[in-house]
């Protein structure tokens, strides 16, 4: 039988990367390796998922050294030959193992006002949107993010700026200043634009590259760019 050698991190940030030996299988995932891991070599291994189809987003690790979805990712794919290094996201702090504490990443979604913040009361009509307008068209491409991490992971501005809100985080606060529903657009554009907002992104696109969900945050950070520029020019902000 076909093995695959595959070494796991151990431990917090100061842990090591062990080796195990894993079967290999046709249509095997990154995640079912972890998962055979833990059943057979190693019961005390730490990792995180729920869903196993690409929905949750809580299956991100760091694998052959790119940030992915392990539920999603197979093997065939991103195997050196036989070999797969799997590690914690970058970026965040490891708790154990390949799980990582994601606090940070999701206060600075609280941080970019990342909560959509309507008027209407439930006696109201319903807000009635065109499928085709702009500004739908701009929240819809980014409204698909599961939360994974990964493109926070792959940015090297977080890694260089830690309070930098990073790329999940400003996506959403673009998706929701083109909801036209939503009332708190001024403040949310003061969120993002500061020092460790939309203008610090390089726009070299890594977070791009990597969302498993095809989302493009280096263009939602773009908008947000123009957008606060506008505002700023206007005396929004
Ligand atoms: S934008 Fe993409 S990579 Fe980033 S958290 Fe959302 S789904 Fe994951
Ligand atoms: S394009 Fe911007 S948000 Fe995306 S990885 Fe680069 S610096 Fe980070
Ligand atoms: S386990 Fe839910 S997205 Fe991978």
Same mark, same amino acid.
């Given at each position: 039988m $076909? @093995?695959l050698?595959?070494?796991v991190?151990?431990g917090? +940030?100061?842990?090591?990367l062990v080796?195990?030996?894993v079967p290999?299988?046709e249509s095997q +995932?990154?995640l079912?390796v972890v998962?055979?891991?833990?059943?057979?070599? *190693?019961? $005390?291994?730490a990792y995180? !998922?729920a869903?196993?189809v690409?929905?949750?987003?809580?299956? =991100?690790?760091?694998v052959?050294g790119?940030?992915r979805?392990?539920?999603r990712t197979h093997?065939?794919k991103?195997?050196a030959g036989?070999q797969?290094?799997?590690?914690?996201l970058?970026?965040?702090?490891?708790?154990?193992?390949?799980v990582t %504490?994601?606090?940070? !990443?999701f %206060?600075?979604?609280?941080q970019?006002?990342? *909560? !959509?913040?309507?008027?209407? @009361?439930? /006696? $109201? $009509?319903f807000a009635?949107?065109q499928? %085709?307008s702009?500004? /739908? *068209?701009a929240?819809?491409?980014?409204?698909?993010?599961i939360?994974?991490?990964v493109c926070y992971s792959?940015?090297d501005?977080v @890694?260089w700026?830690p309070?930098?809100?990073g790329?999940a985080a400003?996506?959403?606060?673009? +998706?929701?200043?083109?909801?036209e529903? %939503?009332?708190?657009? =001024?403040?949310r554009?003061?969120?993002?634009a500061?020092d460790?907002?939309c203008?610090?992104c390089?726009t070299?696109?890594?977070c @791009?590259?990597r969302?498993p969900?095809?989302?493009?945050?280096?263009?939602?950070?773009?908008?947000?760019?123009?957008?606060?520029?506008?505002a700023a020019?206007e005396?929004?902000?």
């Amino acid at each position: 039988m $076909d @093995t695959l050698q595959v070494k796991v991190w151990r431990g917090r +940030t100061d842990g090591e990367l062990v080796a195990y030996e894993v079967p290999r299988h046709e249509s095997q +995932t990154v995640l079912d390796v972890v998962t055979y891991i833990q059943r057979h070599l *190693q019961p $005390d291994l730490a990792y995180r !998922f729920a869903c196993r189809v690409g929905m949750c987003g809580s299956c =991100a690790m760091n694998v052959n050294g790119k940030a992915r979805w392990t539920c999603r990712t197979h093997v065939a794919k991103v195997a050196a030959g036989n070999q797969l290094e799997i590690a914690p996201l970058s970026n965040l702090p490891v708790i154990k193992d390949l799980v990582t %504490d994601m606090s940070r !990443f999701f %206060d600075k979604w609280v941080q970019a006002k990342g *909560q !959509f913040s309507g008027e209407r @009361t439930r /006696r $109201d $009509d319903f807000a009635r949107v065109q499928p %085709d307008s702009p500004r /739908r *068209q701009a929240a819809d491409a980014g409204i698909e993010c599961i939360g994974c991490g990964v493109c926070y992971s792959s940015c090297d501005v977080v @890694t260089w700026r830690p309070d930098y809100l990073g790329p999940a985080a400003l996506n959403r606060a673009w +998706t929701l200043v083109n909801d036209e529903r %939503d009332s708190k657009r =001024a403040e949310r554009l003061r969120a993002v634009a500061g020092d460790a907002g939309c203008h610090s992104c390089h726009t070299q696109a890594t977070c @791009t590259e990597r969302c498993p969900k095809h989302i493009s945050p280096t263009a939602g950070i773009a908008g947000l760019k123009r957008m606060t520029m506008k505002a700023a020019l206007e005396g929004e902000l």
